[in-house]
T-cell receptor
């Protein structure tokens, strides 16, 4: 089975540009999570979806961040406009039937904002 | 605030030795999970232990849970160079009235020297 697929793996862009990160969860998984990982703050949950519906976005840092899940096989995390402090590794994860059950992670997108 | 905190932050051992990592958490849980993260990759689920379990084994991994002390330990026996990675504990926030999400600690970085 294919795992969680994220693209791009690396993104370098200039401050002020729009950034779109993409995620394809494992087929049949009902839950999708977006995380951000930094040295300072560790792994932080940004938002999660259940059956394509956003459930908890309390971790989204500010209005510059938005996430969508138009269907069960695709989600995006968008940052507009981007800032240097958004530089981090962004992970997408999915789980089959409960969010608190084992989650399957993609290999992340390493984002650098210059 | 972080629910789980790992200890130590970093651990360096020789191949063949055992590695023990600890996790403390603050509020009641339904389950606790351990994940591994190799450099440049996503997190991989290792083992889940429920709040009514005290010990669980999986191959060379042994996990204990002490709910009275709100702590867990992960023991890796007969370590190998391939075990070099960061290890994270994660607890469910459900018992706090939170939603279907996990809260991760900042991890223990394990280095196994050949």
């Amino acid at each position: 089975d294919a795992g969680v697929i994220q693209s791009p793996r690396h993104e370098v862009t200039e401050m002020g540009q729009e950034v779109t990160l993409r995620c394809k969860p494992i087929s049949g998984h009902d839950y999708l999570f977006w995380y951000r990982q930094t040295m300072m703050r560790g792994l932080e949950l940004l938002i999660y979806f259940n059956n394509n519906v956003p459930i908890d976005d309390s971790g989204m840092p500010e209005d510059r961040f938005s996430a969508k899940m138009p269907n069960a096989s695709f989600s995006t995390l968008k940052i507009q406009p981007s800032e240097p402090r958004d530089s981090a590794v962004y992970f997408c994860a999915s789980s089959p039937y409960r969010g608190t059950q084992p989650q399957h992670f993609g290999d992340g997108t390493r984002l650098s904002i210059l | 605030s972080q629910q789980g905190e790992e200890d130590p932050q970093a651990l360096s051992i020789q191949e063949g030795e055992n590695a023990t990592m600890n996790c403390s958490y603050k509020t009641s849980i339904n389950n606790l999970q351990w994940y591994r993260q190799n450099s440049g990759r996503g997190l991989v689920h290792l083992i889940l232990i429920r709040s009514n379990e005290r010990e669980k084994h999986s191959g060379r991994l042994r996990v204990t849970l002490d709910t009275s002390k709100k702590s867990s330990s992960l023991l890796i026996t007969a370590s190998r160079a391939a075990d070099t990675a960061s290890y994270f504990c994660a607890t469910d926030a459900r018992a706090q009235g939170g939603s279907e999400k996990l809260v991760f600690g900042k991890g223990t970085k394990l280095t196994v020297n050949p």
